[in-house]
């Protein structure tokens, strides 16, 4: 007669699923790392989908997605490796009288360097706020190299929509996108499809048009926006008074008035951390300053 050793055969179980559950971790924790790195130095997303950025052949929604699902991996990963370590992790929380005590010296110093992290991001004291700043300058970077569309998301817009908001001529431009061999069905199809469906980006659709763009009628100058463009926080002060038709001096002094210190040179971004402000005041400085017909 045979006789199984149940006991034995469970702790073997046991064993395996906590090795199994220990290399799931440490791999899914390997690829949370990478896939936090991409992510750290990814396009903006307007920058991303503008340009069809891809990275070793996946998208940034791609990226996003499998960073995602790695995390829930890992997070189930780890509640199975407390579940099965639980012992361990309680004789770490006990004290020298063998008593479970919460506030440990090991737990307290784990706490403590968690709060740091988190109250140091939250008020962006350094060098925790230059772990941010320094992804921010490298999508800023990304943004100059790959370009930025005319507006937000502007690859969702149709072919008509497009050219309405561009001041460009659609009769000409679908002409152009035709001459060019772009395929598409009507004016309606969006920028993205017709970059899909013809191997190419939205980005350059779009250049492929822009020779359509209407004249402006000497002595009229841009209007300028109710709400910031795409990347007005990385434009210079002197590109953004060229590009409206501003007077740089007079919305300097304005803006000195206003306890805002900014030189021509100088982004919209740098101008505000510079008076501790958002880019956003900044804008809407300016805003008043250009209704007020500085």
Known sequence: ?????????????????????????????????????????????????????????MSKTQWGDLHINLGFLFLFAGLLHIFYNWSFLVTYMKNRSRQVKIFTPSFTVAMV??????????????????VINLGESIKDAA????????????ELSSLKLLCKKQNIDLKQAMELLQLAGIKFSSSGETLATMATANKTTPQKIYQIMLPASKET????????????????????????CTDYGLDCSAIREGLK???????????????????GKEPMAIFEAIYELVNEKV
Do not use: C
Not at 8 to 33: E, G, Q
């Open 1 to 57: 007669m045979i006789h199984f050793n149940t006991k034995t055969t469970y702790k073997d179980t046991v064993m395996k699923i906590r090795k199994i559950t220990s290399m799931t971790m440490l791999i899914s924790f390997i690829l949370l790392v990478i896939t936090s790195i991409i992510l750290y130095i990814v396009p903006h997303g307007r920058v991303a989908y503008w340009s069809d950025w891809h990275l070793w052949g």
């Open 113 to 130: 360097l968690t709060l740091i992290v988190g109250v140091g991001t939250y008020f962006q004291i350094p060098p925790l706020s230059s």
């Open 143 to 154: 943004s100059e190299k790959y370009g930025e569309p005319p507006y937000g998301h502007a």
């Open 217 to 240: 009628s000497p002595g009229i100058t841009a209007t300028f926006p109710e709400s910031p463009v795409p990347g007005f926080g990385n434009k210079t002060l002197g590109s953004v």
């Open 257 to 275: 008035k206003g306890g805002i210190t900014a030189k021509d040179g100088m982004t919209i971004k740098e101008i505000g951390s510079s008076s």
